[in-house]
């Protein structure tokens, strides 16, 4: 959530159940989410009902928070732009999706409701003063990495703050179309996997605006 200290949060989150955290990286994640589901199991089978439910919970607000709304993208991402590790990245991205139908932490709701603050969600700010801190970020709706960027420019760019900041200048309609693909692509996740379409949703949303401003 905007304004939030993540890794301070994070570190109240494992200290809870005796974890603590190195660098925070995709591996210490997957780790601590494993850790709490070893804890609801021997909770379990230790027939502590209240431990065993508390572990769930908070498995699956961690999950929903730090993990599917932001791996699911990166790991898509990952794949498409470098081929040589595109069946790893989009494996583990499936393998988040399924887990994802299982657990279900962003349905799809009916109109506007939900538990995000006006303006707000799970992402960031909807409105942003620059369009650079838009493409820059998955606040605009898809992750622009420098391969994407040196692809679209048809040469290389140097390092990925430039790279982006040049093609949004330069060849903003060849980004414009990147950012309307990825929309229609979320929108399709968010058919197929319901449990998570309100991330999925909500990302389509910003990559449209996006597309929109490039058009502008």
């Known amino acids: 959530m905007p304004g939030a200290d993540m890794t301070s949060d994070l570190e109240r989150r494992g200290r809870i159940w005796g974890y603590s955290f190195d660098t925070g990286d995709v591996s210490e994640l997957a780790w601590f989410a494993a850790a709490l589901a070893r804890a609801e199991a021997e909770a379990w089978a230790d027939d502590a009902g209240p431990v065993a439910t508390?572990?769930?919970?908070?498995?699956?607000?961690?999950?929903?928070?730090?993990?599917?709304?932001?791996?699911?993208?990166w790991f898509d991402v990952?794949?498409?732009?470098?081929?040589?590790?595109?069946?790893?990245?989009?494996?583990?991205?499936?393998w988040l999706l399924r887990l994802g139908e299982r657990m279900r932490p962003a349905p799809s709701l009916a109109g506007p409701e939900?538990?995000?603050l006006p303006g707000f969600d799970g992402y960031g700010p909807l409105e942003m003063e620059s369009l650079l801190d838009r493409v820059a970020s998955l606040w605009g709706g898809v992750i622009v990495l420098q391969r994407t960027a040196e692809s679209i420019a048809g040469r290389a760019l140097g390092e990925r703050g430039h790279a982006v900041e040049y093609v949004a200048t330069v060849h903003s309609g060849e980004l414009r179309h990147h950012y309307e693909t990825a929309a229609a692509r979320w929108r399709?996740?968010?058919?197929?996997?319901?449990?998570l379409a309100g991330y999925f949703t909500d990302l389509a949303t910003r990559a449209g605006h996006t597309a929109g401003l490039l058009g502008s």
């Open 54 to 73: 508390k572990a769930y919970a908070d498995r699956r607000f961690f999950l929903a928070d730090r993990v599917f709304p932001w791996l699911v993208p």
């Open 78 to 94: 990952v794949g498409r732009c470098y081929r040589d590790v595109q069946a790893t990245a989009h494996a583990d991205r499936d």
């Open 114 to 116: 939900g538990m995000s």
């Open 188 to 195: 399709r996740l968010a058919t197929d996997h319901p449990g």
